[in-house]
Every structure is written in C-alpha cells, then in structure tokens.
Nanobody, 126 residues
Framework: QVHLVESGGRLVQAGDSLKLSCAAS????????MGWFRQAPGKEREFVAG????????YYADSAKGRFAITRDNGKNTVYLQMDSLKPEDTGVYYC???????????????????WGQGTQVTVSS
C-alpha cells in the first residue's frame, strides 16, 4: 500500500510561484510513474504533469507547458511540482497520484493511477 500526502498549496496572487510536494510512504514509489492532477469546482479532474519512474520522461498538459515543472527525488520518495507564472485558472485542488504499472511511460488519465493523495488547495487570485 502507498500513502501519498500533498503539501504546499495556499492562496497566491496571479504571477506568483508555488511549489507543491508529494511525500510517499508505506512502499517506495521509486519504480512508479507519478502524476499531478487538479480539479476545479464543477469540473472533472484533469492531468497537469507526469514523470516516469527514472525521472527522465516528463509530460505536461498544454496549460502547464513552459510554466510548471515536475521533478522527483527517489531518495526522499517525494515528487514536486514547481508552478510559476500562476494564473487564476490554475485554481483548484491538486492531487498527487502513483501508477504502479511496470512500464517506463507516463499515464495521462486518472484511471491509470492506483494511489491518490487527499489533495492540496491552490487558489490564485487575480
């Protein structure tokens, strides 16, 4: 079993930066692809960024390209999401997820992930 805990979400202003963390416990996620998703009120959960188990493969939603960066520290069993130039439309609950499939890819859909954190709220004011 994998337990994921997100942190770092808070209220910021448009243009600010924020770094989210996702700490894993219970089982190492060093061989798992990891992803960040977000869900705004009244909307479906959407993919934001993902990283392969080695850290050498990353994918981003178009809305995140050029502004967000996903990284991982397998020694700390932690994944990060650096978010720069934040916009009001980035507001939502950000979830960390782990994909336990034995592959070197990155899933883009929520159904491809086995474990989820409880989420952390990010609010960007204009």
């Amino acid at each position: 079993q994998v337990h994921l805990v997100e942190s770092g979400g808070r209220l910021v202003q448009a243009g600010d930066s924020l770094k989210l963390s996702c700490a894993a416990s219970g089982r190492p996620v060093t061989s798992y692809a990891m992803g960040w998703f977000r869900q705004a009120p009244g909307k479906e959960r959407e993919f934001v960024a993902g990283i392969g188990w080695s850290g050498g493969r990353t994918y981003y939603a178009d809305s995140a390209k050029g502004r967000f960066a996903i990284t991982r520290d397998n020694g700390k069993n932690t994944v990060y999401l650096q978010m720069d130039s934040l916009k009001p439309e980035d507001t939502g609950v950000y979830y960390c997820a782990a994909d336990s499939r034995p592959w070197d890819g990155v899933g883009l859909g929520p159904s491809e992930y086995d474990y989820w954190g409880q989420g952390t709220q990010v609010t960007v004011s204009s």
